[in-house]
């Protein structure tokens, strides 16, 4: 995998990371807004994301995924991305 494609990874994670923190406001975005244009742009400006298509992957998140075991599996991932950038 080279960098640049770590870092998207990178990024990824840590906002899906970030959307399971706060998956009750998630929640609320999405139920809240009224087509999945204004869901995607209300949660990446919540998470603050900068990569283009980061925001559609937490919309695209499976349910299953906001387990307390699912949410350790995401974080884990995200050390070891970050641990593969620095080296």
């Given at each position: 995998?080279?960098?640049?494609l ?24 999405v ?32 349910v ?9 599996k ?14």
């Amino acid at each position: 995998m080279n960098g640049s494609l770590r870092r998207l990874s990178w990024a990824s994670t840590k906002v899906l990371e970030a959307a399971l923190d706060r998956r009750n406001e998630i929640l609320e975005v999405v139920s809240s807004s009224a087509d999945p244009e204004e869901t995607e742009e209300r949660i990446r400006d919540m998470l603050d994301v900068k990569v283009p298509g980061v925001s559609r992957a937490v919309l695209e998140m499976q349910v299953f995924r906001l387990t307390a075991t699912e949410r350790e599996k995401i974080a884990k991932r995200a050390r070891e991305l970050r641990h593969l950038l620095r080296h």
